[in-house]
Structures are given as C-alpha cells and as structure tokens.
Nanobody, 127 residues
Framework: QVQLVESGGGLVQAGGSLRLSCAASGRTLGTYTVGWFRQAPGKEREFVAQITQSGISTSYTESVKGRFTISRDNAANMVSLQMNSLKPEDAGVYYC????????????????????WGQGTQVTVSS
C-alpha cells in the first residue's frame, strides 16, 4: 500500500491562497489516481478534486472550479492542490487519497473507491 502525508494547511483570510501537498511513500504514486477530499465539522466528507495517474485528466467539484488546481509530480511522488480565492466555506480538514488506476471509472468521485488515505491537514479561512 501507499502511505500518504498531507501538509500545507493553515489559517488564511478569505480571498487568500494555500497550497496543499500530498507526499507518498511505500509505492510509486504514478500508478494511482489521486483525489482530494474535505470534511467540515458536522458534515460528511466531500470530493474536491482528482487527477489521473498521468496527470492528463482532472476533475473538480463545481464549487472550486476556477479557484483550485490539482497537479502532480510523479518523479517526486507528490500531488498538490493549489487553492486560490479561498472562501470561509472552503474550511475543513483536507485529505489526500489514492486508488490504483484502472479499477474504477475516472468519473467515480466516491470516497469509498479510494483505499489509501492520509491523516488530513486543517484549512481555516477567516472572513
């Protein structure tokens, strides 16, 4: 299995930016589809973005389109999430997740399809 560690969370004012990183170990991340999910207090974990193993295709939840960008560096075994124009509703714990490529259709955004998870990083957005 691949182990994932997120970093880059913190406190930012509304309109600000953060860059989250997901570092992998144990296996090469280049054979995995990687996603970012978030969970606000009292709410269910929700899909944010995902990227194919090659990085050619990406997918975003509607509320972050045009503001967030997911990218990957397979040589560095890392996936990043650049978050711009942050809003208070973007706050929560952000989780990186990975699933072996080719098992699920890329359009599947279900958290249950991801078998490897990081511990999460907190993002707080002040208004």
């Amino acid at each position: 299995q691949v182990q994932l560690v997120e970093s880059g969370g913190g406190l930012v004012q509304a309109g600000g930016s953060l860059r989250l990183s997901c570092a992998a170990s144990g296996r090469t991340l280049g054979t995995y589809t990687v996603g970012w999910f978030r969970q606000a207090p009292g709410k269910e974990r929700e899909f944010v973005a995902q990227i194919t193993q090659s990085g050619i295709s990406t997918s975003y939840t509607e509320s972050v389109k045009g503001r967030f960008t997911i990218s990957r560096d397979n040589a560095a075994n890392m996936v990043s999430l650049q978050m711009n124009s942050l809003k208070p509703e973007d706050a929560g714990v952000y989780y990186c997740a990975a699933r072996p490529s080719g098992i699920y259709n890329f359009r599947n955004r279900n958290a249950a399809s991801y078998e490897n998870w990081g511990q999460g990083t907190q993002v707080t957005v002040s208004s």
